[in-house]
Antibody
């Protein structure tokens, strides 16, 4: 069965960086786009960006350009998301999620999210 | 970015009631609209995709309709386990956006 297992909770100081991992299993890792979505406490869902695990291509939400980096390791079927220059309003649960659409080389389509990780709480506090 | 607006932001209903939640897009998104259910402390779960297609394993009391800018999620006969927050999401552009959520409580 498809599973996305994320790394554990993190506490960081303002200005620091955090790197969250998401290990996929139960499907062909390189065949499905991986997205990251975050949710601040008591708030809604915010899309951050997408990575094509096949070729490593990325597209980021404009809000996060220059501050977020998504990478992948095909040998371990793991995607990573790093956020730099953390601020208090980055405190949120970060989710990795799989797009229901199979990868189309050179194309980043919009996504429906059929599987989600359990979430990783990142707390930014001095 | 396409703005998604849900209404109501919260509602309370009784077991067996028919419940409707609406979602409006700031521009036409054809049928590129999905609905998710989220329970406290859990990740969202896909209920409806492409406006009206039921995700595998989701009870048939859930249904979706609409196209263009106006969409609805209907629960035909509310069950206690349906207490949750529901989000719509547009998948018309790669920069997907979500509605702000509708919190559904059981009376």
């Amino acid at each position: 069965q498809v599973q996305l297992v994320q790394s554990g909770a993190e506490v960081k100081k303002p200005g620091a960086s955090v790197k969250v991992s998401c290990k996929a299993s139960g499907y062909t890792f390189t065949s499905y786009y991986a997205h990251w979505v975050r949710q601040a406490p008591g708030q809604g869902l915010e899309w951050m960006g997408v990575i094509n695990p096949g070729d490593g291509g990325t597209t980021y939400a404009q809000k996060f350009q220059g501050r977020v980096t998504m990478t992948r390791d095909t040998s371990t079927s793991t995607v990573y998301m790093e956020v730099s220059s953390l601020r208090s309003d980055d405190t949120a649960v970060y989710y990795c999620t799989r797009a229901a659409t199979e990868v189309i080389p050179g194309f980043m389509p919009a996504a429906t999210f059929d599987y989600w990780g359990q979430g990783t709480l990142v707390t930014v506090s001095s | 970015d396409i703005q998604m607006t849900q209404s109501p932001s919260s509602l309370s209903a009784s077991v067996g009631d028919r419940v409707t939640i609406t979602c409006r897009a700031s521009q036409s998104i054809s049928s590129f609209l999905n609905w998710y259910q989220q329970k406290p402390g859990k990740a969202p779960k896909l209920l409806i995709y492409a406006a009206s297609s039921l995700q595998s394993g989701v009870p048939s009391r859930f249904s979706g309709s609409g196209s263009g800018t106006d969409f609805t999620l209907t629960i035909s006969s509310l069950q206690p386990e349906d207490s949750a927050t529901y989000f719509c999401q547009q998948s018309n552009s790669v920069s997907v956006t979500f509605g702000q959520g509708t919190k559904l409580e059981i009376k």
